[in-house]
């Protein structure tokens, strides 16, 4: 399976993040991220080198609290819990087709006849 393009919605995310949540221009959100992205997965130097799925590791942090990292400060995930799924719907889709494939709707499948 190819998670490059979850990757790659990952850190649109965080830019989207960066730029509503933490007024950062744009432009400064794409570099401050992709900055970050380059570091990511590149091993420590007393570590010895990077296994396939120690990058992937980073990848179950959520995109909002990377953004923060990078802003250096806490967006209120409650005040903005709407705006955040809403980001995440539109460059994940929702959670429902990540888990379960596209066209999956959890409720198409409740009270179904069999």
């Known amino acids: 399976m190819d998670i490059e393009p979850l990757k790659n919605a990952f850190w649109a995310i965080v830019v989207d ?31 010895g080198p990077a296994a396939p799925w120690e990058s992937d590791l980073f990848y179950h942090n959520e995109p909002l609290y990377v953004a923060d990292d990078i802003a250096g400060r806490d967006a209120d995930a409650t005040a903005i819990e709407a705006e955040y799924e809403a980001i995440q719907d539109r460059h994940y889709g929702p959670a429902e087709q990540i888990a379960f494939g596209p066209g999956f709707r959890a409720s198409s499948s409740l009270g179904a006849s069999g």
């Open 17 to 47: 993040c960066l730029v509503q949540f933490h007024g950062m221009p744009r432009g400064e959100a794409t570099s401050a991220a992709d900055a970050l992205r380059a570091r990511v997965g590149v091993p420590l130097p007393v570590a």
